[in-house]
Protein backbone atom coordinates (compact mmCIF):
# COMPACT_ATOMS: atom_id res chain seq x y z
CA UNK A 1 0.00 0.00 0.00
CA UNK A 2 1.38 3.28 -0.80
CA UNK A 3 1.95 6.23 1.42
CA UNK A 4 -0.70 8.02 -0.53
CA UNK A 5 -3.29 5.00 0.15
CA UNK A 6 -2.43 5.17 3.37
CA UNK A 7 -3.54 8.77 3.58
CA UNK A 8 -7.09 8.11 1.90
CA UNK A 9 -7.83 5.36 4.23
CA UNK A 10 -7.00 7.23 7.02
CA UNK A 11 -9.40 9.76 6.11
CA UNK A 12 -12.39 7.17 5.33
CA UNK A 13 -11.29 5.71 9.04
CA UNK A 14 -11.17 9.44 11.25
CA UNK A 15 -14.68 10.09 9.47
CA UNK A 16 -16.18 6.86 9.78
CA UNK A 17 -15.08 6.43 13.45
CA UNK A 18 -15.65 10.19 14.41
CA UNK A 19 -17.30 12.04 12.03
CA UNK A 20 -15.16 15.08 11.08
CA UNK A 21 -11.56 15.08 9.33
CA UNK A 22 -8.13 15.83 10.55
CA UNK A 23 -6.04 18.79 9.90
CA UNK A 24 -2.99 18.02 8.53
CA UNK A 25 0.36 20.91 8.72
CA UNK A 26 1.03 20.62 5.08
CA UNK A 27 3.35 23.61 5.22
CA UNK A 28 5.29 22.60 8.02
CA UNK A 29 5.89 19.20 5.80
CA UNK A 30 6.89 21.45 2.36
CA UNK A 31 9.04 23.60 4.64
CA UNK A 32 10.52 20.44 6.14
CA UNK A 33 10.83 18.85 2.51
CA UNK A 34 12.70 21.84 0.76
CA UNK A 35 15.02 21.98 3.79
CA UNK A 36 15.84 18.42 4.01
CA UNK A 37 15.72 17.04 0.31
CA UNK A 38 12.50 15.75 0.33
CA UNK A 39 13.02 13.85 3.56
CA UNK A 40 9.36 14.30 4.48
CA UNK A 41 8.18 12.96 1.47
CA UNK A 42 6.22 10.02 2.74
CA UNK A 43 4.65 12.06 5.12
CA UNK A 44 3.60 14.38 1.96
CA UNK A 45 1.91 11.94 -0.11
CA UNK A 46 -0.01 10.73 2.97
CA UNK A 47 -1.50 14.29 3.67
CA UNK A 48 -1.92 14.07 -0.50
CA UNK A 49 -4.11 10.98 0.02
CA UNK A 50 -6.25 12.26 3.06
CA UNK A 51 -6.78 15.74 1.72
CA UNK A 52 -7.87 13.80 -1.42
CA UNK A 53 -10.42 12.08 -0.09
CA UNK A 54 -11.46 15.47 1.93
CA UNK A 55 -11.92 17.16 -1.01
CA UNK A 56 -13.49 14.71 -2.92
CA UNK A 57 -16.46 13.42 0.05
CA UNK A 58 -19.46 13.62 -0.63
CA UNK A 59 -21.70 13.43 2.84
CA UNK A 60 -24.75 12.28 1.30
Same mark, same amino acid.
Given at each position: ????????????????????? /??????? *? @??? !????? $?? /??????? *? @??? !????? $?????
Amino acid at each position: MTDFEMGVQKAQTDYDQHGYF /ATYPRLA *I @DIL !NKLFS $NK /ASEISEF *I @DGY !NSYKL $NFDKD
